[in-house]
């Protein structure tokens, strides 16, 4: 199995300007999870799917976030418009079980 | 805020020595998880512990768990450089949802 795929690997865009990032879950694992990294916040949970429904958005920090999930072997997370706080590296984790499976994580970089 | 607080949030030892991470939590859980992380890669499950356990062991890795403390430890004997990553706990509540939250991780730096 070629585990949780994301793309792109790195963005670099300016302020203003829409974003997308791609997550291909493990096939099979029936949980996604979107997370954002930073140094000052650490790994914060952004939005859990189950089985292809949003159970917790509850740590989507604005309405410039959106999360879709249209079948199991794929989700996005839309940021528009960006901001330079947007900064950070946004993975995606899929689950089976109680394990979290994560992904390599997109780098975004917003100017 | 986050749920688990790892402690220390860093630390060096050398190659061969034994490291020991801890961590603390706030509320009931099902279970707590440890994973690790490498420099600009995502995070991996290392072992898991469930409530009703108070130690578990995987190869080099020796995990404890005091529910009455609401805390746990990660210690990794004889440690090597490949080591060398970021931890973090997990912690998975209870109920239908069984929500995970990540701690603030502990950097190792093992010195070959």
């Known amino acids: 199995d070629a585990g949780v795929i994301q793309s792109p690997r790195h963005e670099v865009t300016e302020m203003g300007q829409e974003v997308t990032l791609r997550c291909k879950p493990i096939?099979?694992?029936?949980?996604l999870f979107w997370y954002r990294q930073t140094m000052m916040r650490g790994l914060e949970l952004l939005i859990y799917?189950?089985?292809?429904?949003?159970?917790?958005d509850s740590g989507m920090p604005e309405d410039r976030f959106s999360a879709k999930m249209p079948n199991a072997s794929f989700s996005t997370l839309k940021i528009q418009p960006s901001e330079p706080r947007d900064s950070a590296v946004y993975f995606c984790?899929?689950?089976?079980?109680?394990?979290?499976?994560f992904g390599p994580g997109t780098r975004l970089l917003v100017l | 805020s986050q749920q688990g607080e790892e402690d220390p949030q860093a630390l060096s030892i050398q190659e061969g020595e034994n490291a020991t991470m801890n961590c603390s939590y706030k509320?009931?859980?099902?279970?707590l998880q440890w994973y690790r992380q490498n420099s600009g890669r995502g995070l991996v499950h290392l072992i898991l512990?469930?409530?009703?356990?108070r130690e578990k062991h995987s190869g080099r890795l020796r995990v404890t768990l005091d529910t009455s403390k609401k805390s746990s430890s990660l210690l990794i004997t004889a440690s090597r450089a490949a080591d060398t990553a970021s931890y973090f706990c997990?912690?998975?509540?209870?109920?239908?949802?069984?929500?995970?939250?990540f701690g603030t991780g502990t950097k190792l730096q093992v010195i070959p």
């Open positions: 984790a899929s689950r089976t079980g109680e394990t979290q499976y």
């Open positions: 096939s099979g694992h029936n949980s």
């Open positions: 509320t009931s859980i099902n279970n």
């Open positions: 997990a912690t998975g509540g209870s109920g239908g949802y069984q929500k995970v939250t």
């Open positions: 799917f189950n089985n292809n429904v949003p159970i917790d």
């Open positions: 512990i469930r409530s009703n356990e």
